[in-house]
């Protein structure tokens, strides 16, 4: 990799260091302002009142279908001015969400495994009074798949490359049934279909696509009143949605890369709802009578070995070994347990975490004996890590990388720090590791939304990607490829999770990443906020939600 | 003073030009692919090639710079993929707000900087002298960002006397409300080097043998000073140019901070995001403010000094 | 001796002219400046006379205090500075006066020119501007337009080209006799009894000097007021001045008309000035006096100069004698005329 620097960066990064330092001066200055706790938000009238929400993207997410600012766009934009074919279980906390009717009131999946029949609701209007029809569900499968369509959209067809790959065909029998196939055996296609998101037709061709986002309709729960690029989007409750109206009257989202801006805006009273807030506020958060939420939800760090060369290839000690030299505990208590050690790439209690491995525990002279195993003295190996600094949903890079330093120092083994920003981890992503751009890198921080949705094991992490490129760090086991394909091509769910628990077994066995820690989903709420489901997902249901006392 | 403005213009094209140059081979050999956030993490190699070819990034790259510099001269600075606006708009709008927080933080810095570096220069060793020097040294030391969140903590989230962040202009109360947080740590910096660099004017001033010439003249101690602050303010008003061309540059922290979304925001989510369009774009902005900032000190200066006046002439 | 016995007899013999009171009295002045390292004394109880219309020249080496007497006459030397003696004006004493009085007489009653024209006035003020505060500084109540036209009378009176034009203009728009002429206008504007200069011609080039010499002698006569001219140009003090003054270490060594002082000196050290200061023409080449002046912080006993005295015998080191070497003319030397001058090397 070459060497960069930017003053900029060098700064942010700075700044946020800094920031939970400043933190405590923050939360003390509250306690000297006094009942920040008490005080409700601005605009909270009308029924249900107004959930204002400090988000940390760097900018409002496009209304667009779909969004962008990844799950955070979709939880906060894309799922409240739209709607799928399915839709998440997000009202309950006691398993992982899974696919529901939503605008399809059902579906079959022919025994061949290919043919999809949805079936679709005939009572759902978008917002702006037009019916929601196959009609809709063909403009839109056009709009991402067929570059000769008049309203084909580039931007949102790249977008959403993922969830429509497997579709081959698409039609509609009739006003309401649309009949979709697949290019090869596939049982997730409802997974694909929760995050297709429909416009209103009418919309779209009215102001084309470069200034849909302006104009954004769909048939949520929420319509879309107010939107300023960069500052703020306004959505207010749908009376007519399909699955009854929303508690809340309004929604405003607000976007706040920085954790510190947050928390004062949570203490001011101007949002109700922050997230991502420093750990190191959260004490003092709930003495002052916040709603602090943890729960185990699909989301982890999980570093990657470069699988392309020495010393990771073809080494399984020496991954066993660093694997075992991971202090998860002492990491998990640097920041303020907001996080906890994983065992697995998908947490305990997941449907596809593998029963009976325990995976790896913090174990120095194993780590040690294993790391002479394969062949390294103490001293004698240097390893170049690249992670991110910034974006959304990596937890806390700085501290834990530090932490990560001493872990494999404590064991002989030199790791050099190769800060990056988010960009460039995803063109590594893209790239793949073994581009000469960056075959220096030799582990590479990942934080995959692990086990949100079983079509997201496919993408980049465990095997070889789309069009049969190789996986981005030369992941290649035989093995975790048929346990993949079978788990895709099994109708029932059961069946499903069986394979998936045996390729997390072998990813365990193998060691192919550092299973290090499951993010548990910090989020603040002012103590007005009733009916928030704190989901096992990156996604909330908001139409549960309520502000005030209803 | 025509013929300046114009012989200044004519002096920024090639400046431009060479800017816009330099920032444009810069983001193209910056590591990280501009099509990175367009596209899914699996996207396939044809999935990322159709992006690339609608940003063009595949072709030759002074084809592509001719290309956007044509398009720049005739006014259509472009459509940012990445942020799916009109670079123009985007810019119209960054710059609206950084406009208006340069213009008060560097009116609020400039005077109290001024106020502080006379009452120091004119007190120089006093108890006032040294207490300003450690308030101006500090100034220099304290990162904006560093005020910008002890001001948030204590002001938006303890007290709640000031929101804490967003530029709304809805009403003007709401608007100088939501200013003075931003403006205090914004303008700290430029506080004071004018403090400073005033107070350094001063000393050196009354220094000047000129100084007795008044005093033998029987002027009053503060009229001699009104000559020696007139005298000192040339390099007051060539500094407070550089602040207020940084200012108008739009500050990443502040801005980030206080959900003020200027240029220094919009610059930064454009180079993290590999956004050529609006970096180049922005540059310009920047670069022609700077211009246009430069040739205003040097009318003012060669207003308040004739020595300069033949210099630039 | 002491000092004040020196004191008592310049007073008795310097003072010619036709009036009554002088113009400017100074008697036992001490200027001292307070530093880290102690009290500095630039000036070591220097008194003198200057009467209407009499010119009195100061020559000596830099850091002989002479600028720092000038400077504690018309009271612009630091505020912390120890000044004791007296200054009459007139017979008012300055240094008893008020502050605010005292700074009203600066510029009025007693006004002066710097040594370089070219830094003297404020270069982001107009000429115009410079001349009519000083006027209305000392004129309450005048007019703009009037001190308007007095500024053009002064700039006509000291013989500046199309007055009107140079109204108008910067100090770095002119040259460096200009620019003396126009700080010599407001060294008049408000018509003081007593005019200071230091080293007025220093700055300027030798033909300009001349002129410069001879408007000095116009104006002076003219405003009829006192000049101390301080100088290290025995040429300028011997064709300006009517009395000179020869300053070493802070103290008057030597005190006479100038014919006397400059062709009879009284005093090794004015001796050796005078060999330094040879002028184009003569066959001899300058000789500088060995050594440099001694620091005021330390000075030796006795005679100040002894140390560097070719002349200089033991008794040199107990503090000197006023010898009148003639009538009106002293020196500080107790090898003055009238005793045998013995040269060192010869002992």
């Given at each position: 990799m070459k060497r960069r620097s930017k003053p900029a960066r060098g700064m942010k990064r700075a700044a946020l260091k800094l920031t939970s330092l400043l933190l405590f001066i923050a939360v003390v200055a509250t306690a000297c302002g006094g009942g920040g706790a008490g005080s409700s938000a601005e605009g909270g009238s009308g029924s249900g009142g107004t959930l204002s929400i400090a988000m940390s993207a760097a900018n409002i997410p496009f209304p667009s279908t779909p969004p962008n600012q990844g799950y955070e766009g979709y939880r906060f934009v894309g799922n409240n001015i739209y709607d799928g074919l399915t839709r998440l279980d997000l009202d309950q906390d006691k398993t992982l969400p899974s696919p529901q009717p939503a605008l399809a009131e059902s579906w079959t999946m022919a025994p061949d495994l290919t043919t999809y029949t949805f079936k679709l609701r005939k009572d759902v209007k978008f917002h702006d009074g037009t019916d929601?029809?196959?009609?809709?569900?063909?403009?839109?499968?056009?709009?991402?798949?067929?570059?000769?369509?008049?309203?084909?959209?580039?931007?949102?067809?790249?977008?959403?490359?993922?969830?429509?790959?497997?579709?081959?065909?698409?039609?509609?029998?009739?006003?309401?049934?649309?009949?979709?196939?697949?290019?090869?055996?596939?049982?997730?296609?409802?997974?694909?279909?929760?995050?297709?998101?429909?416009?209103?037709?009418?919309?779209?061709?009215?102001?084309?696509?470069?200034?849909?986002?302006?104009?954004?309709?769909?048939?949520?729960?929420?319509?879309?009143?107010?939107?300023?690029?960069?500052?703020?989007?306004?959505?207010?409750?749908?009376?007519?949605?399909?699955?009854?109206?929303?508690?809340?009257?309004?929604?405003?989202?607000?976007?706040?890369?920085?954790?510190?801006?947050?928390?004062?805006?949570?203490?001011?009273?101007?949002?109700?709802?922050?997230?991502?807030?420093?750990?190191?506020?959260?004490?003092?958060?709930?003495?002052?009578?916040?709603?602090?939420?943890?729960?185990?939800?699909?989301?982890?760090?999980?570093?990657?070995?470069?699988?392309?060369?020495?010393?990771?290839?073809?080494?399984?000690?020496?991954?066993?070994?660093?694997?075992?030299?991971?202090?998860?505990?002492?990491?998990?208590?640097?920041?303020?347990?907001?996080?906890?050690?994983?065992?697995?790439?998908?947490?305990?209690?997941?449907?596809?975490?593998?029963?009976?491995?325990?995976?790896?525990?913090?174990?120095?002279?194993?780590?040690?004996?294993?790391?002479?195993?394969?062949?390294?003295?103490?001293?004698?190996?240097?390893?170049?890590?690249?992670?991110?600094?910034?974006?959304?949903?990596?937890?806390?890079?700085?501290?834990?990388?530090?932490?990560?330093?001493?872990?494999?120092?404590?064991?002989?083994?030199?790791?050099?720090?190769?800060?990056?920003?988010?960009?460039?981890?995803?063109?590594?992503?893209?790239?793949?590791?073994?581009?000469?751009?960056?075959?220096?890198?030799?582990?590479?921080?990942?934080?995959?939304?692990?086990?949100?949705?079983?079509?997201?094991?496919?993408?980049?992490?465990?095997?070889?990607r789309p069009g049969g490129q190789p996986n981005a760090t030369g992941l290649n086991d035989a093995k975790i490829d048929e346990y993949l394909t079978k788990a895709s091509q099994q109708a029932e769910p059961a069946d499903q999770h069986k394979y998936l628990q045996r390729m997390m077994d072998q990813t365990v066995d193998q060691a192919y990443f550092l299973f290090w820690m499951h993010d548990l989903n910090l989020r603040v709420m002012a103590p007005e906020i009733t009916g928030y489901v704190h989901a096992q997902s990156w996604w909330v249901d908001f139409t549960t939600i309520s502000v005030g006392e209803n | 003073m025509l013929r300046l403005i114009i012989r200044r213009i004519g002096l920024a094209i090639p400046t431009l030009i060479g800017v816009s140059i330099i920032v444009f081979i810069l983001m193209t050999v910056v590591p990280g692919s501009p099509e990175a956030g367009l596209v899914p993490e699996d996207a396939?190699?044809?999935?990322?090639?159709?992006?690339?070819?609608?940003?063009?990034?595949?072709?030759?790259?002074?084809?592509?710079?001719?290309?956007?510099?044509?398009?720049?001269?005739?006014?259509?600075?472009?459509?940012?993929?990445?942020?799916?606006?009109?670079?123009?708009?985007?810019?119209?709008?960054?710059?609206?707000?950084?406009?208006?927080?340069?213009?008060?933080?560097?009116?609020?810095?400039?005077?109290?900087?001024?106020?502080?570096?006379?009452?120091?220069?004119?007190?120089?060793?006093?108890?006032?002298?040294?207490?300003?020097?450690?308030?101006?040294?500090?100034?220099?030391?304290?990162?904006?960002?560093?005020?910008?969140?002890?001001?948030?903590?204590?002001?938006?989230?303890?007290?709640?006397?000031?929101?804490?962040?967003?530029?709304?202009?809805?009403?003007?109360?709401?608007?100088?409300?939501?200013?003075?947080?931003?403006?205090?740590?914004?303008?700290?910096?430029?506080?004071?080097?004018?403090?400073?660099?005033?107070?350094?004017?001063?000393?050196?001033?009354?220094?000047?043998?000129?100084?007795?010439?008044?005093?033998?003249?029987?002027?009053?101690?503060?009229?001699?000073?009104r000559h020696v602050l007139r005298n000192a303010l040339s390099p007051v008003l060539t500094t407070s140019g550089v602040q207020i061309g940084a200012l108008l540059g739009g500050s990443v922290l502040v801005e980030t901070i206080f959900r003020w979304p200027g240029m220094g925001l919009l610059l930064y989510n454009a180079i993290s995001a590999r956004d050529l369009v609006v970096v180049q774009g922005a540059t310009l902005v920047i670069a022609l403010t700077f211009v246009i900032i430069n040739l205003l000190v040097d009318l003012l200066q060669a207003a308040i000094d004739p020595r300069v006046r033949g210099a630039i002439a | 001796?002491?000092?004040?016995?020196?004191?008592?007899?310049?007073?008795?013999?310097?003072?010619?002219?036709?009036?009554?009171?002088?113009?400017?009295?100074?008697?036992?002045?001490?200027?001292?400046?307070?530093?880290?390292?102690?009290?500095?004394?630039?000036?070591?109880?220097?008194?003198?006379?200057?009467?209407?219309?009499?010119?009195?020249?100061?020559?000596?080496?830099?850091?002989?205090?002479?600028?720092?007497?000038?400077?504690?006459?018309?009271?612009?030397?630091?505020?912390?500075?120890?000044?004791?003696?007296?200054?009459?004006?007139?017979?008012?004493?300055?240094?008893?006066?008020?502050?605010?009085?005292?700074?009203?007489?600066?510029?009025?009653?007693?006004?002066?020119?710097?040594?370089?024209?070219?830094?003297?006035?404020?270069?982001?003020?107009?000429?115009?501007?410079?001349?009519?505060?000083?006027?209305?500084?000392?004129?309450?109540?005048?007019?703009?337009?009037?001190?308007?036209?007095?500024?053009?009378?002064?700039?006509?009176?000291?013989?500046?080209?199309?007055?009107?034009?140079?109204?108008?203009?910067?100090?770095?728009?002119?040259?460096?006799?200009?620019?003396?002429?126009?700080?010599?206008?407001?060294a008049i504007a408000g018509r003081p009894q007593v005019i200071l200069a230091d080293e007025p011609t220093t700055a300027l080039d030798v033909t300009v000097q001349a002129r410069m010499i001879r408007l000095f002698r116009q104006i002076q006569q003219e405003v009829d007021a006192g000049l101390v001219v301080v100088t290290h140009d025995l040429g300028v003090a011997a064709e300006l001045a009517d009395d000179v003054a020869v300053m070493y270490a802070g103290r008057f060594v030597e005190y006479g008309s100038a014919a006397q002082v400059l062709t009879r000196p009284g005093h090794p050290y004015t001796e050796g000035l005078i060999e330094a200061n040879v002028r184009a023409g003569q066959h001899r080449r300058p000789r500088a006096i060995p050594g440099a002046p001694p620091s005021l912080k330390r000075l030796p006993p006795g005679c100040a100069f002894a140390p560097r005295c070719s002349y200089s015998v033991p008794g040199c080191w107990s503090p000197p004698p006023v010898v009148d070497v003639e009538h009106n003319h002293w020196s500080l030397c107790l090898l003055a005329p009238g005793e045998t001058r013995v040269n060192r090397e010869e002992m």
């Open positions: 929601f029809n196959a009609d809709a569900v063909i403009f839109q499968l056009d709009r991402l798949k067929d570059p000769e369509f008049e309203y084909y959209s580039q931007t949102d067809a790249a977008n959403a490359a993922s969830a429509v790959r497997y579709i081959d065909t698409w039609k509609k029998t009739d006003d309401y049934t649309v009949v979709m196939t697949t290019t090869q055996k596939y049982t997730w296609l409802q997974w694909d279909m929760l995050s297709v998101y429909y416009p209103s037709p009418a919309i779209v061709k009215q102001y084309g696509n470069q200034d849909y986002n302006q104009h954004a309709t769909g048939t949520g729960p929420f319509t879309m009143t107010k939107y300023v690029d960069g500052e703020i989007m306004e959505l207010t409750r749908n009376d007519s949605y399909w699955r009854g109206a929303a508690k809340l009257a309004k929604i405003v989202l607000y976007p706040q890369p920085e954790a510190a801006s947050r928390l004062s805006m949570l203490q001011s009273g101007e949002v109700n709802w922050a997230e991502v807030p420093s750990p190191d506020a959260v004490a003092q958060l709930k003495t002052d009578g916040y709603q602090v939420f943890l729960g185990k939800y699909p989301h982890g760090i999980m570093p990657r070995f470069n699988m392309f060369r020495e010393p990771f290839k073809d080494n399984l000690k020496l991954r066993q070994a660093l694997n075992y030299a991971l202090d998860r505990e002492g990491t998990a208590a640097l920041i303020n347990e907001v996080g906890y050690p994983a065992k697995q790439w998908v947490y305990e209690g997941h449907p596809d975490y593998a029963p009976d491995n325990p995976g790896y525990s913090y174990d120095l002279a194993k780590a040690k004996q294993l790391l002479s195993e394969a062949g390294y003295g103490p001293g004698e190996l240097k390893l170049n890590f690249g992670y991110t600094t910034g974006g959304s949903g990596n937890m806390f890079p700085d501290v834990m990388m530090q932490k990560l330093q001493a872990d494999f120092k404590a064991i002989g083994v030199e790791v050099t720090l190769k800060p990056m920003e988010w960009t460039v981890l995803l063109s590594i992503g893209l790239d793949g590791l073994n581009s000469d751009k960056w075959d220096d890198i030799d582990v590479l921080w990942a934080s995959p939304a692990a086990g949100m949705m079983p079509t997201l094991y496919n993408s980049a992490y465990m095997s070889k | 396939t190699p044809e999935e990322r090639q159709a992006i690339r070819d609608q940003l063009g990034l595949d072709d030759p790259l002074p084809l592509r710079y001719v290309d956007w510099a044509i398009a720049a001269l005739q006014g259509d600075l472009g459509h940012s993929q990445q942020r799916r606006r009109e670079v123009a708009d985007l810019l119209t709008q960054a710059w609206g707000n950084t406009f208006i927080l340069a213009l008060v933080s560097a009116a609020f810095g400039i005077a109290l900087g001024l106020l502080l570096g006379y009452l120091a220069g004119t007190r120089r060793g006093k108890i006032a002298d040294r207490f300003i020097s450690v308030v101006s040294l500090g100034g220099l030391s304290i990162p904006s960002f560093f005020l910008a969140i002890i001001l948030l903590g204590i002001f938006a989230g303890g007290l709640k006397w000031f929101p804490s962040g967003g530029a709304s202009f809805d009403d003007p109360i709401t608007a100088l409300r939501s200013l003075v947080l931003p403006v205090l740590s914004g303008s700290l910096i430029t506080m004071a080097i004018t403090a400073r660099v005033t107070r350094a004017g001063i000393v050196d001033v009354f220094g000047a043998d000129f100084v007795e010439t008044l005093r033998a003249k029987g002027l009053t101690e503060f009229e001699v000073r | 001796m002491t000092m004040t016995a020196a004191a008592t007899q310049t007073t008795e013999r310097a003072t010619p002219g036709q009036h009554q009171v002088p113009a400017l009295k100074v008697s036992d002045l001490i200027t001292e400046f307070r530093t880290r390292g102690g009290g500095v004394r630039a000036v070591d109880g220097v008194s003198f006379t200057v009467a209407p219309g009499q010119i009195l020249s100061v020559i000596g080496e830099s850091g002989s205090g002479k600028s720092a007497m000038l400077r504690s006459i018309i009271g612009i030397n630091p505020p912390t500075t120890l000044i004791e003696g007296k200054i009459e004006l007139r017979g008012r004493d300055l240094l008893a006066m008020p502050a605010r009085e005292r700074r009203r007489a600066r510029g009025r009653d007693v006004s002066m020119v710097f040594q370089d024209p070219l830094t003297a006035l404020d270069p982001v003020y107009t000429v115009e501007k410079q001349l009519t505060e000083t006027i209305s500084k000392h004129h309450e109540g005048i007019s703009r337009a009037d001190a308007r036209t007095r500024a053009l009378d002064l700039l006509e009176l000291v013989q500046i080209p199309s007055p009107a034009a140079r109204l108008k203009a910067y100090p770095s728009e002119l040259s460096g006799g200009m620019r003396q002429r126009v700080v010599i206008a407001m």
